[in-house]
């Protein structure tokens, strides 16, 4: 069964009552006063548009939500979940930017101006078509439609799709913004990740803005919401609420409270929570009983770390989790807002996050080490805490995968397949509490919603322009029940920094570039192994050669670029992060360093000068007194 229901029906559904209408009666008395039946009766009001809630978690892994295996608490987003639908087979980018544009437009990345992100690409790719690495001005936003259709259009957190005037989100059709230009930042104050950003590129309505004292990322990000909704209540237009979290992006950062939560937890390492997490996955019915794991060959050997790492690793680990329940404490506080003022059931809830686990490890090298070191507080104690650098880094990321293979940047399901829920509390269009397995992708999320909402969409041509087509399916089928996805056998294409995939049917074929791959090309049956576990390649000869065709189609179609020899993401990053900070660090230090050395010098330039001085004064002295 494509679609499976975890409950025994909606509550909605289980409370409905049908109510009998005298019909009699009521026809006399509308005759005695003179009136025809239909003149008797008032015309039903118009059904009002539903708000939108978008939740966009960032890096989250496949099983990083309780109803989706995770071990740590989110019971606010697991509620959205039973109240709607779990899509696990659902795939967004391997990085952050290119989902964020194909979310926000609901067109492929290299044909929204993803094609990589200013981080990643290579200097061959810059300026090239598609590679514009911010939202190019060929799309239009899914705030610019519902805005166009009466809505009230706002969005607070990580943007990350471009910081001049022109691109920001009051720029693309947000009514109210409070974001962040940046790919991450720190979650306890106004601090960009040191080392990539000069600044913590913070926004409101276009103008620098400064976050309070009491910052705290998540929470700010949903009170700036509740705030915006607010303010504009009296309007009685709908809203669309784009919340974008900066959880789990590193640094890895959580209150006291929510750390201590997970004390106990974690001791046993990385590979026994991969462990768990697969087991519990399928009992939920997320993937197919018995699905295999493959081990990763970066995922280090828990065994083999001394008793410091260990501590370090089992904290880091801890400060993530209390990191997410954070995070879905704020997510129960927006919507338990959302009952009071009895908006909740009748707003459609989308959760999601923009990529797979971050399996980055900055602390890798020397270098890394000793800046980092010279910047935070390291200290195993201070971890996740205010004043602290962490990461999970790819043994965690392995388990927050589960039971997936591959991790954010790759082409893998670990890095491509990430939790989707959709929820629409009052209204029975969506199965509550069911799970579909079917094919789904981040760019079928705008027309599902303007099919859901009502509004029209802009088939290619806006206000007299032509624009990129949405190339997204609706899921409404898919929501309702359909058994066999909104994609059917059609190939769906991605690529992004090298690591390449196509979707067809059931079946997905992916090449991935050092060091996540050896860059050959693998063919998979993703339904029935999701762990990637079987090469179906030499099986099925004649099914490799036809999506291989396909893939080639795709590319060819969507301006994708080879990669230079060499490539790799994670040294494009370095790269990235010392050309924008490490070169002006370098010349600052250099500066300092050569003030300090002409500082010395003329000093003792100085005490010699004074020393020979005195010398040739005594000697003259002893002259004078012979």
């Known amino acids: 069964m494509a679609v499976r229901s975890t409950t025994g029906g909606s509550p909605a559904a289980a409370g409905r009552v049908e109510r009998a209408v005298i019909t009699i009666p009521f026809f006399a008395f509308a005759l005695l006063l003179g009136a025809t039946p239909a003149q008797a009766q008032r015309p039903a009001p118009a059904p009002r548009h539903p708000n939108i809630v978008i939740l966009l978690a960032d890096d989250w892994g496949f099983s990083d939500v309780g109803s989706f295996g995770a071990e740590f608490a989110t019971p606010n987003i697991d509620a959205l979940a039973y109240a709607g639908m779990r899509f696990s087979n659902f795939h967004v980018a391997g990085s952050c930017s290119p989902t964020r544009a194909m979310l926000q437009t609901g067109v492929m990345n290299h044909r929204n101006g993803l094609g990589n992100m200013p981080e990643t690409i290579p200097d061959q790719h810059r300026g090239k078509p598609g590679y514009d690495t911010v939202m190019n001005h060929r799309v239009v936003t899914i705030a610019e439609l519902f805005g166009a259709a009466g809505y009230n259009a706002y969005l607070t957190g990580k943007w990350h799709l471009g910081s001049d005037k022109t691109r920001l989100p009051e720029a693309r059709g947000y009514a109210r913004a409070f974001s962040l230009a940046d790919a991450g930042a720190d979650n306890f104050e106004q601090r960009p990740i040191e080392g990539m950003y000069d600044t913590a590129a913070w926004t409101e309505n276009g103008k620098p803005a400064t976050l309070p004292r009491d910052y705290y990322s998540s929470h700010f990000v949903v009170q700036r919401m509740i705030d915006y909704i607010e303010a504009d209540r009296t309007s009685g237009k709908p809203f669309l609420a784009s919340i974008n979290f900066l959880a789990n992006h590193i640094p890895v950062q959580a209150p006291d409270s929510d750390i201590a939560r997970y004390a106990a937890m974690y001791k046993d390492g990385w590979t026994a ?87 980055t490890d900055p602390f890798h090298s020397l270098r890394n080490r000793l800046f980092l070191g010279m910047q935070y507080d390291l200290a195993t104690a201070n971890i996740g805490r205010r004043g602290s650098f962490a990461a999970i880094g790819p043994g965690w990321a392995s388990a927050a995968a589960s039971p997936l293979s591959g991790y954010k940047f790759s082409a893998a399901e670990g890095g491509l397949r990430v939790p989707l829920i959709i929820a629409w509390p009052g209204n029975g269009k969506i199965r509550a509490g069911a799970i579909n397995d079917g094919l789904a992708h981040v760019t079928d999320i705008l027309p599902t919603l303007t099919e859901l909402a009502g509004v029209s969409g802009h088939g290619g041509d806006w206000l007299g322009k032509t624009v990129e087509p949405v190339t997204g399916r609706s899921l409404v089928p898919m929501l309702a029940g359909a058994a066999r996805s909104v994609h059917g056998d059609a190939p769906l294409g991605y690529e992004l920094s090298g690591n390449s995939a196509l979707f067809r049917g059931d079946y997905k074929l992916v090449r991935n570039l050092a060091p996540t791959g050896d860059g050959r090309w693998r063919l998979y049956d993703i339904k029935a192994d999701p762990g990637e576990t079987r090469d179906l390649t030499a099986a099925m000869p004649d099914r490799f050669a036809a999506m291989m065709a396909d893939y080639r189609a795709y590319a060819t179609a969507n301006g994708v670029l080879d990669m230079p020899a060499g490539y790799t993401a994670d040294e494009q990053i370095n790269r990235y992060a010392f050309e924008q900070q490490g070169r002006k660090r370098l010349i600052r230090l250099a500066l300092w360093v050569g003030g300090v050395v002409l500082l010395l010098s003329a000093l003792f330039w100085g005490i010699h000068r004074r020393r020979r001085a005195r010398r040739i004064d005594q000697a003259n002295a002893d002259m004078v007194g012979a």
């Open 273 to 359: 929570l991969r462990d768990a997490r697969a087991k519990r996955a399928a009992v939920l019915g997320i993937v197919p009983a018995g699905t295999a794991l493959v081990t990763m060959p970066t995922t280090p050997d828990w065994k083999k770390l001394d008793a410091e790492e260990r501590a370090a690793a089992v904290r880091v680990m801890q400060a993530y989790a209390g990191m997410a329940t954070a995070m879905d404490r704020e997510v129960g506080r927006l919507v338990a807002h959302l009952k009071a003022s009895g908006d909740y059931d009748n707003t459609i809830f989308v959760f999601l996050s923009d990529n797979g686990a971050e399996p």
